[in-house]
């Protein structure tokens, strides 16, 4: 084995303080949510579930888990379709324009999302949909598109034109091609980017606060005004809910790319 | 079968890139079901003929005709020809019979109509026991084995074939040959092949065009393009040759003679025009001559390097008449023993080379 390829003791311990820092912020979360006290610590005497009651019992924290869910899945909707077919378009012309196409659709994620949320502010006055469901659908759609677009690219640069080619001298026309050929090709590239775009609705925190007054308290806005108001313990537990949303959705977007290697 | 023959006419094609002519004004026909080889080096358009033919290149002039019918406006997939693609093309995500199915499914043909010509496009390249597999865990051999398949299953007017050989081994490729040649005899549809290896494009073709910087330089049967190639290029991309550049002295009936640095050669068969003459000679029509032995032509020489074939030995012989000439003798009963050094003399009949023009 080559000696030179393997860490001396100073990246090792870097390396390692690194991993710890991303990983303490998540895992502090778990033993605040099973504190006894009725303010945000740790466990005094012995940990307790009785905050996890609390949330799965209360109106508001699952009717905010509920809105999380509902408006993550219609903007991940909303994103797949229009980045894929955008993602999918760029690369059957390949010209010059659909370059700056695929910068321009990266866009939300370049521009920081306090401008953003301003731009769309100012935007959703005067279309009457601040505080609506289709507004913040949209918003989360839109922003979460460069995901889509990122990940089915990449899929798309390993696909062999021949494949397409082949398709269309046995008679496939575009819409055969494209629903036989080519999106059976791309569908773990769509996978990918779906998960990313919904977790990107499922925890944004900005966007929300700009939009919402009364109707729309997604679970990240419920958590926020927690902090502002009260140190309730509860906001640990709804911390915990997202963690673990979150992580079953990566875990399946490792599984499939498992799936895809063999 | 012979209903489903048709010919293909290639006339005055022309595609620029640029400045750069991919194929420059090639006119082609390719007779009802023949077996047709485009033959040439990389970038000699061979490639570029055959995607015009199956309609992913447009033209930039000239057109393609089917029987009597235009298509070069057709879109690939209203052309109704088979291809297979170098590298084959299959589709990862499916099993084998839904590749071949594949055609089939695009043309809503009814189920068990779609089975029961899937199974008899298998069997005809036997690999019907293999058809539920997926294409990577297939062998070179039988991906090549089904992409024919995929490409003959919906009765298609021609078939296309981009070097569907080049990625298989040597022996492989043999066997593949013999096979694709009595595939070719047994479905009896016209097949245009593209190949940069003259080797398959002998052994293969009823007809060959060797093409050169996206022109044809001559088109013909294997045989005729061997023993009397047009060009020093024919000559010698398609074999071995040696050429002889000489001054035309006596001009006969049937033949002329020609001198190469004071030393007078024959040669059967109308003379060029003009004085000066290429002569291509190939190395295995030069014989070893015994001493005091006659012949219409001799040189002599010593032989600088040899190697042994097998079937063969090739000697590399200096002359002083001819210049370094390459031999290539049957290595059973060889009438010398190959040394370097040894003086030999060579020997050739004025029916054996063939003069070219120079290119």
């Known amino acids: ?84 077919l955008c993602a999918i378009g760029c690369w059957k012309l390949s010209t010059r324009l659909t370059d700056l196409v695929r910068v321009l659709m990266l866009l939300p994620i370049i ?65 055969q091609t494209l629903r036989w050929v080519i999106m059976p090709r791309v569908m773990p590239g769509i996978a990918s980017g779906a998960i990313f775009a919904f977790i990107h609705s499922w925890d944004e925190a900005v966007l929300i606060l700009f939009i919402a007054s009364r109707a729309l308290f997604t679970l990240p806005r419920r958590m926020w005004d927690g902090i502002n108001e009260n140190l309730d313990p509860v906001m640990a537990v709804a911390a915990c809910v997202m963690i673990l949303l979150s992580m079953l959705m990566l875990a399946g977007d490792l599984w499939l790319r498992r799936r895809r290697e063999r | 079968m012979a209903a489903l023959q048709h010919s293909l006419t290639v006339r005055r ?6 400045p750069t002519r991919a194929v420059d004004d090639v006119t082609l026909t390719i007779a009802r079901g023949q077996f047709v080889t485009l033959l040439g080096p990389s970038g000699s358009g061979k490639t570029t003929i055959l995607m015009a033919i199956a309609g992913f ?35 990862p995500h499916m099993t084998v019979a839904e590749n071949v199915n594949f055609p089939l499914r695009v043309r809503n043909v009814a189920r068990a109509e779609a089975e029961r010509r899937v199974a008899e496009a298998l069997d005809l390249v036997q690999l019907g ?137 024959v040669q059967d068969g109308p003379a060029p025009a003009g004085d000066d003459v290429l002569i291509a000679l190939r190395p295995e029509k030069i014989g070893i001559a015994a001493d005091g032995e006659a012949a219409p032509n001799l040189v002599e020489g010593t032989i600088a390097a040899w190697s042994y074939f097998g079937t063969s030995f090739a000697l590399i012989v200096e002359t002083a008449a001819a210049g370094t000439l390459q031999v290539t003798v049957p290595a059973w009963r060889c009438p010398v023993e190959p040394a370097e050094g040894r003086r030999v003399r060579l020997a050739w009949t004025a029916d054996a080379s063939v003069p070219v023009a120079r290119d």
């Open chain 2, 57 to 91: 290149v447009q033209p930039t002039a000239g057109e393609i005709l089917l029987d009597q019918t235009p298509i070069t406006p057709l879109p690939p997939e209203r052309r109704n020809f088979g291809m297979v693609f170098q590298g084959y093309a299959l589709f």
């Open chain 2, 129 to 265: 026991h293999l058809k539920d597999r997926r294409p990577s865990q297939l062998s070179g051999g039988q991906q090549q084995r089904v992409a024919l398949a995929r490409a003959l299953v919906f009765q298609p007017a021609l078939l296309l074939l981009d070097e569907p050989l080049s990625a298989l081994d040597k022996k492989l490729r043999a066997e593949l040959q013999v096979e694709l040649k009595a595939l070719h005899r047994r479905v009896g549809l016209t097949f245009i092949y593209v190949t940069h290896d003259q080797e398959e494009a002998l052994s293969m073709s009823d007809s060959i065009a060797i093409l050169r910087d996206g022109k044809l330089v001559q088109e013909g049967p294997p045989g005729t393009l061997y023993e009397r190639p047009a060009t020093r290029f024919v000559a010698d991309f398609l074999g071995k040759s040696n050429f002889l550049a000489g001054r035309i002295v006596e001009r006969r009936n049937d033949g002329f003679a020609y001198a190469v640095d004071g030393a007078r050669f």
């Open chain 1, 1 to 84: 084995m080559d000696r030179s390829a393997q860490a001396g003791p100073v990246a090792n311990v870097l390396a390692w303080s690194v991993l710890l820092f991303l990983l303490l912020p998540i895992g502090i979360v778990f033993p605040l949510s099973v504190t006894d006290q009725r303010f945000l610590s740790l466990p005094y005497e012995a940990p307790s579930l009785q905050h996890y009651a609390t949330f799965f019992t209360s109106e508001r924290w699952l009717a905010s888990t509920w809105q999380s869910l509902v408006i993550a899945v219609f903007s991940t909707v909303l994103a797949v379709t229009s980045g894929t």
């Open chain 2, 13 to 18: 094609l022309a595609k620029h890139y640029g």
């Open chain 1, 111 to 175: 521009v920081p999302s306090i401008v953003y949320a301003l731009g769309i502010y100012r935007l959703w006055i005067r279309l009457d949909l601040l505080d609506t469901y289709l507004g913040i659908i949209l918003v989360h759609g839109v922003t979460g598109i460069p995901y889509v677009m990122i990940t089915v690219t990449a899929t798309l640069a390993n696909f062999d034109p021949r494949l397409e080619q082949a398709a269309r001298s046995m008679g496939a026309n575009l819409s």
